[in-house]
């Protein structure tokens, strides 16, 4: 008998306490539905932000590559080395090509000589008192001597070119971030022996900024950049050029922004292809009054709110200001910690 009056107890102490737990819910519930539909009315900063996404690229960026194929006799870089602007980096073998020259400067010089002799030869045909149809044949004779030197010339500055074809030299100072055919010996296409070279001095980080974002910005815009290597460091930037045309290769109408930052770069502490995104402070409002825009209802053009007044719902009209990722700025119809509901 003792047992079931124990039991007894328990049973009535646990049905008290689920009713506790599900009125301690349901208090909760009324609290926070409350909380959701009334706003106390307060002073506040209100800022509107641009945040953007892209990477890091290289002003001066360039890659190497022979205009013809030909067996690769030389190759002076290594990847990683550092190369001086006009620094030779690569040659193809040039035997062949300066063995042309030779022959076209021979060529050469067997026309001046026939130029220089129909030269001589007109000149005193003139002073023999030619008739007219040999005198004109003597200036045709002469030209055609003057065309072939022309020609001449012309093939002599084509072999020039085509050895200075065969030799690669950097335009650009900066890292050899890849060599396509190490190796000297081999026979290569342009294709194969690829040099590419990027200056670290010359980075800048390019955003991609869609055609409704695009518009909010201007060269000298500033901006502060986080890189996802480096997250606990926001850097200064500034807007430096906006693109006119849309980027190729992207799926939307998206324009570059290049944005140029203070860095120090001597250890190659940023990188080309790093990632990171940036802020833009567009708009701020200071110490104002305002309300979240859901509170806000429309009367034939005039905008107002409900305010609690002794638990009574008090229609009131507003005039607003700016608006700033829905909050809105209140110019007039309510003061500092005034309750509005929904």
Aim: proline letters at 2%; aromatic letters at 10%; zero cysteines.
């Amino acid at each position: 008998m003792a047992l079931i009056k124990k039991r007894w107890y328990l049973f009535a102490g646990f049905i008290i306490l689920l009713i506790l737990v599900l009125y301690q819910r349901d208090f909760s519930q009324i609290k926070s539905s409350k909380e959701k539909t009334t706003y106390k009315v307060k002073r506040q900063t209100i800022k509107e932000e641009l945040s953007l996404s892209g990477e890091i690229e290289a002003e001066e960026h360039v890659t190497l590559r022979f205009q013809s194929s030909g067996r690769l006799s030389w190759v002076g870089v290594k990847e990683g080395d550092y190369v001086k602007k006009y620094q030779g980096v690569a040659s193809l073998d040039q035997r062949e090509v300066q063995q042309n020259l030779k022959k076209y400067l021979n060529t050469f010089v067997n026309e001046r000589l026939d130029y220089d002799q129909e030269l001589q030869d007109a000149q005193i045909k003139y002073t023999g008192g030619l008739s007219e149809d040999a005198r004109r044949e003597a200036l045709r004779v002469l030209e055609k001597a003057q065309y072939d030197l022309n020609n001449a010339i012309i093939d002599v500055e084509l072999k020039n070119l085509a050895i200075e074809y065969s030799y690669l030299a950097s335009p650009i100072e900066g890292i050899v971030i890849r060599v396509g055919s190490p190796y000297a010996g081999v026979n290569i296409t342009p294709a194969q022996a690829e040099i590419e070279i990027v200056n670290p001095n010359t980075i800048y980080f390019s955003v991609a900024a869609d055609q409704t974002e695009v518009v909010k910005l201007k060269e000298g815009k500033k901006g502060n950049i986080v890189f996802d290597a480096y997250p606990d460091d926001q850097i200064k930037s500034e807007v430096d050029k906006i693109s006119f045309i849309p980027k190729e290769g992207e799926t939307g109408t998206v324009y570059e922004v290049k944005m140029y930052f203070d860095y120090d770069n001597s250890d190659y502490k940023y990188r080309v292809g790093m990632t990171g995104d940036v802020d833009f402070l567009l708009r701020q409002r200071k110490n104002i009054l305002a309300i979240p825009a859901l509170f806000i209802k429309s009367d034939k053009g005039k905008k107002y709110v409900y305010k609690l007044e002794n638990n009574k719902k008090i229609k009131t009209y507003i005039t607003l200001g700016d608006e700033i990722d829905e909050v809105v700025v209140v110019d007039s119809g309510l003061k500092e910690n005034d309750e509005i509901v929904k």
